[in-house]
């Protein structure tokens, strides 16, 4: 099984983003570089609208996602609710 | 009229009214006449429609979320132009990968903007084309940023004041415009296979994220900055490039051989470039982030090895050349930064040889070459450099008819012997720097006989200034052709030691530390 | 250690690349725009021939008829650049947002008037495919023009008019709903009063010389179109309805006056270049304004009925007088 990943830039934002990532991937493992955070999870890596807008106290756009971006890996599934990347059809 | 409950559209539903419904199919003028250059590479489309984008993205959203980004990055810029920044790098040998980046990579950026907007054009089908001519945007925003980014270093080094003039011309930056120039007057479909989906996901975190890490970690704000911007179109850039080699292969099993072929070249026309960094990764940043081979094991191997096996559902085999580059790992930034230390003369940037701790460095990250191929030779140039001898190459190096690349890789099972490799092709010969090459030459020999190939340009006397006499009997061919180059003999080029830049650095790092 | 950099005073050993001081004439300080935009397109050593237009260079001169001695002559007086585009255009649309949220919100639509309801979605929702057409069109400019200074505004445009059809679909969704969509689409592709104009826009996608194209779209089509939808068609509804259809196209009606300060000046610097191309932009400009101002006879009427025509004439002189300004001989 391989894994999928997401890098985000590291900034106030990103901390409640990878905290909600965190909290809803058990399997996350962070990886923190210079101003950059990896995240992998094997497989399957949910990022849920209402778990980041719990963190951030506010509301929040999946596609803001998109601000702090690096890069990613695995075939992207989004919705208004969620944004999942996966190795699985 | 009733009034209607409007019912809340979703994001995918929404997102087909905003782009595949605005499309319909001409009637007034031929299918064909409108999109003319959908038949020639034999790729078979029977439903544009299946296409999705996973990122729905709409204009005002793009406007609003690049416009942010842009807000952001030009602070930084701002702020790090304010406060000098560029004395906080670790020193100035540093400033040397921005020249590459900005004469090698920029110009590439921008000729992606136009080749998206070239393919964005082309596509009948709605969804691409709105990816493609967002992508064409970013690209534009990319090539622009890194200008104004190194705009400031630009004031105070050598080496980025002639980028435009220079990429057209010199020597080593034909590797990453041929690169390009081939793409882009490839066909459309193989554009898409070779900038988006082989370049953009397959190899460009080997590009980026070393490159803004180690912007990162020698103290460079305004490039990080602007490469973690880029980045995040990037991730946009790299969906598209899977979603349309998922698109094309699942549309007819006859597009399987001729995306094969394309992902087999492009891969090789694509990690032959990364040389570049390579090098860049392991001897040009003072402060290291990761070497190349790791960074290789990373994104390549451990990546890439995820993404083919997702993709062997659909017939498709790794790129033929990967198990080479993955042997090639141990040597490949030596032997290239051995040549550009062989050729500093002709570059419009500094090199130098790797000091002891650098060595050190280098031993643990290759326990299988460095000491055993490579340490000798730096030790060898670092004496010689001691002694008033340093080292710079005056002959004209034979180049590969395809990457352009001096031929000096060696053989993938031994290191001690150079590759060559040639074709004849209507009664002439030519050379090849690898299999990887040569295959390419071979399947589309008319297109490669094109190549503006520097050194031959030289010999056939294209690259001197109008005013040159070669009859003269003071004619110096070498110091001509610099002259053409717009590189400055003693301040854009040789050994850093020696250089300007490294003056100035010291000098303004001791006005800003002291009283 | 802490250092403040600030306190030092160092002298730049230059203030410009060199060829932007070749251009400026002297080596002083550049403006983002100058830097990001002159010469930023390769136009020396190319490679290979396109495979698909081997007749031609990747960057080609010759891709129009119209010559110039220097392509960066046609400079974009906005001094756009990607970094103040972008932002430009996501002010435009927070005033867009803020105009859709509230006319929402207030229940604007519910109460506005059934039969300027009509009206305002049989006219300005088939518009949407014309916006798509002239996005396919900026692609195109950009694509196969020459030189930064003119391609780069010509997608901007182009991803502007996507802008304008995406928000023409959302006046759709927010007057109507899909189903007005649909008929609208469904109007588009077979009703005899919006032929001519679909015919117009297949016609603008297989012109060959990039720059006729350019006087097509964003002089002579843009030209007629957005003041006929965006002026008359809008204060005429205003006066029925109410503005709600106003705010509703106020990005339109925005952008219709920021683009004109571009494709004057455009027109201006090429038709002063030479007596050849002056004569062939007032040829192309006379020809392509009276096909454009025929496809919007029938089009005018939906919405004016018979005051349409008196509204086209207004609109084309309003034209006239910008391109004669330009120097063209309308």
Request: charged share 25%.
């Amino acid at each position: 099984m391989s894994n999928v990943f997401i890098a985000l830039q590291k900034n106030e934002e990103t901390r409640c983003i990878i905290n909600a990532i965190v909290a809803d991937n058990p399997d996350a493992i962070i990886n923190e570089q210079p101003a950059m955070v990896k995240i992998d999870v094997p497989n399957r890596m949910v990022i849920r609208k209402s778990t980041v807008e719990e963190e951030m106290g506010r509301d929040f756009d999946l596609q803001e996602l998109h601000v702090y971006l690096i890069t990613l890996t695995g075939h992207i599934d989004e919705t208004d609710d969620e944004f999942v990347l996966s190795w699985t059809h | 009229m009733d009034i209607k409950v409007n019912k809340k559209l979703g994001l995918k539903e929404r997102y087909n009214l905003m782009t595949r419904d605005l499309a319909w199919t001409p009637t007034y003028q031929a299918f064909k006449d409108v999109y003319p250059y959908m038949q020639y590479e034999g790729i078979k489309i029977h439903d544009w429609d299946k296409f999705e984008d996973p990122f729905r993205m709409t204009m005002d959203a793009y406007w609003k979320y690049q416009a942010e980004k842009e807000r952001k990055l030009y602070a930084i810029i701002d702020a790090f132009t304010q406060n000098n920044g560029h004395l906080g790098v670790t020193d100035a040998r540093y400033i040397n990968t921005l020249k590459l980046f900005l004469t090698g990579v920029s110009p590439l950026e921008y000729m992606a903007h136009r080749g998206f907007a070239h393919v964005g054009r082309a596509f009948p089908g709605a969804g691409p084309r709105v990816a493609c001519l967002m992508q064409s945007l970013d690209e534009i925003r990319h090539a622009q940023t890194q200008i104004h980014s190194m705009s400031n270093y630009n004031k105070h080094y050598n080496g980025f004041q002639n980028w435009r003039h220079q990429h057209d011309r010199v020597w080593y930056l034909s590797v990453p415009k041929s690169f390009f120039d081939d793409a882009i007057t490839a066909g459309p479909f193989e554009f898409m296979i070779a900038i988006g989906f082989a370049f953009e996901y397959v190899l460009t975190n080997l590009l980026f994220v070393p490159f803004i890490s180690g912007a990162a970690y020698n103290g460079d704000m305004g490039a990080m900055a602007f490469g973690f911007s880029a980045q995040s179109d990037e991730s946009r850039h790299m969906t598209l490039g899977l979603e349309i080699i998922k698109f094309i292969l699942e549309q007819d099993p006859d597009n399987l051989p001729i995306v094969q072929h394309w992902i087999d070249k492009w891969f090789w026309r694509g990690y032959r470039v990364l040389t570049l960094v390579a090098m860049m990764m392991d001897y040009m940043l003072p402060k290291r982030v990761m070497s190349w081979k790791e960074a290789w094991e990373i994104y390549a191997e451990q990546n890439g090895g995820a993404l083919f096996a997702d993709l062997a559902r659909y017939g498709v085999k790794a790129p033929a050349g990967l198990a080479q580059a993955c042997k090639d790992k141990d040597h490949l930034s030596h032997q290239a930064w051995n040549v550009f230390y062989n050729y500093a003369a002709a570059a419009p940037f500094h090199t130098w040889a790797p000091s002891e701790a650098d060595m050190k460095w280098l031993s643990e990250k290759y326990p299988d070459t460095f000491d055993k191929y490579y340490r000798p030779l730096w030790e060898h140039y670092a004496k010689e450099q001691k002694e008033g001898r340093r080292f710079y190459n005056t002959t004209l190096p034979m180049l590969c008819q395809t990457c352009q690349i001096p031929m000096f890789f060696t053989e993938p099972d031994d290191p001690t012997k150079v590759a060559y490799r040639e074709s004849d092709y209507k009664g002439e010969k030519y050379h090849f720097c690898s299999d990887g090459c040569k295959n390419i030459f071979d399947h589309e020999p008319e297109k490669y006989i094109q190549s503006w190939l520097p050194v031959h340009q030289i010999y056939q006397g294209n690259c001197f200034c109008p005013d040159v006499d070669p009859s003269k009997p003071d004619f110096n061919p070498l110091a001509e052709v610099l002259r053409w180059y717009k590189i400055t003999w003693g301040e854009d080029n040789l050994d850093y030691a020696d250089s300007p830049d490294k003056k100035n650095f010291e000098q303004w790092r001791v006005q800003a530390t002291g009283n | 250690m802490q250092i403040d950099l600030r306190t030092v005073s160092i002298t730049p050993l230059r203030q410009t690349f060199n060829h932007i001081a070749d251009r400026l004439g002297a080596d002083k300080a550049a403006s983002r725009y100058i830097e990001a935009t002159m010469d930023v397109q390769a136009n020396a050593n190319f490679h290979y021939r396109p495979t698909w237009d081997p007749a031609h260079e990747l960057h080609d001169t010759a891709r129009t008829q119209l010559v110039m001695k220097d392509w960066y002559a046609l400079k974009d007086p906005r001094q756009l650049y990607y970094g103040n585009y972008t932002q430009a255009r996501a002010r435009m649309q927070e005033t867009a947002e803020a105009d859709f949220m509230f006319v929402e919100t207030r229940g604007l639509t519910e109460r506005y008037d059934a039969a300027t309801r009509r009206i305002a979605l049989d006219f300005y929702l088939p518009l949407r495919h014309v916006a798509w057409g002239a996005n396919m069109n900026g692609a195109s400019m950009c694509a196969y023009g020459y030189g930064t200074a003119i391609t780069q505004p010509c997608l901007y445009a182009g991803m502007d008019q996507l802008g304008v059809a995406q928000y023409l679909s959302r006046l759709g969704l927010l007057l109507g709903d899909q189903g007005d969509l649909e008929a609208a689409k469904h109007a588009w592709l077979e009703s005899p009063v919006w032929q001519g104009l679909r015919r117009l826009v297949e016609d603008t996608w297989v012109m060959q010389d990039w720059f006729e194209l350019f006087v097509a779209q964003n002089v002579a089509l843009d030209g007629l179109l957005f003041g006929l939808a965006y002026k008359e068609v809008d204060a005429v509804l205003t006066d029925k309805a109410g503005p709600t259809v106003s705010m509703l196209t106020r990005f339109q009606a925005e952008w219709f006056e920021d683009a004109k300060k571009w494709v004057d000046a455009v027109i201006k610097v090429a038709a002063a270049e030479s007596a050849d191309n002056q004569a062939l932009l007032s040829r192309w400009y006379t020809a392509w304004r009276d096909r454009a101002a025929g496809a919007l006879r029938p089009v005018a009427a939906i919405a004016l009925a018979q005051a349409g025509q008196g509204a086209l004439e207004r609109v084309t002189a309003a034209l006239d007088a910008r391109m004669s300004k330009a120097g063209l001989t309308v």
